[in-house]
């Protein structure tokens, strides 16, 4: 399966405790997004590189929150601290764009939950 | 920052029933892209459209993009339980090429 891919599916944690998660994209994508998504709602845009470079963060992407994406292949989003509020799927998704028209490929996410 | 908004929020309908779900913007879209969502997954593209007044379909789907480009449509003919799922819209947003913005979504239940 060539497509993309994220580990752990499933992650409990007790509140303050850190988790990280790791996103391998489909390999000849160049750019490679982090989403977050609560029940019943879309995706929310956390921050995205192209090829190793972070180029964009969201203001949701608070201190505790880091990514990187270090030899410009897979990435991984480290949450420090966990609060209750951080549970949530958090989605990786890769695309590689040649124009303004770019397709997303979603992996099937990381859900977090917070106790 | 662009708001997308979708509507309905949520929708049940009988196997069989046509349907009609709404993307706007209080702005011009550049393109604009109809994902669908099933539980436990990731959202997966289903078109994308770019040209203010384009109608695109795929099979019982049929997309269209506002001549203004501010809004977007999905109807979906003789719904079937497969069509069950969050669709969401999503726009480029800044022109930073890539950087998708979704909406809310509209959760559809299509019942045998």
């Known amino acids: 399966d060539t497509g993309v891919s994220q580990d752990p599916r499933h992650k409990i944690t007790k509140r303050g405790q850190n988790v990280t998660f790791r996103c391998d994209p489909i ?30 963060k969201s203001r949701l992407l608070s201190d505790r929150f880091s990514a990187e994406r270090p030899k410009g292949s897979f990435s991984t989003l480290e949450i420090q601290r966990t609060e209750q509020g951080d549970s949530a799927m958090y989605l990786c998704a890769s695309g590689a764009f040649r124009d303004i028209t770019g397709e997303l490929f979603f992996g099937e996410g990381s859900r977090l939950t917070v106790l | 920052t662009q708001l997308l908004e979708q509507s309905p929020q949520f929708l049940s309908i009988q196997e069989g029933e046509n349907l009609t779900v709404y993307c706007n913007s209080s702005s011009v879209f550049s393109s604009l892209q109809w994902y669908r969502q099933e ?6 593209l289903l078109v994308t459209v770019v040209t203010g007044g384009e109608v695109k379909k795929l099979k019982r789907l049929t997309f269209q993009f506002g001549d203004a480009r501010k809004d977007s449509s999905l109807h979906i003919t003789a719904a079937q339980t497969g069509d069950t799922g969050l669709y969401l819209c ?20 299509v019942k045998p």
Request: no cysteine.
């Open chain 1, 27 to 56: 390999s000849e994508h160049n750019r490679l997004y982090w989403y977050r998504q609560t029940l019943g709602q879309g995706p929310e845009f956390l921050t995205y590189f192209q090829n190793e470079a972070q180029l964009e």
């Open chain 2, 39 to 44: 539980p436990g997954e990731g959202p997966v």
């Open chain 2, 90 to 109: 999503a726009e480029n947003y800044g022109g930073s090429q890539g950087n998708l913005i979704f909406g809310k979504g509209t959760k559809l239940s």
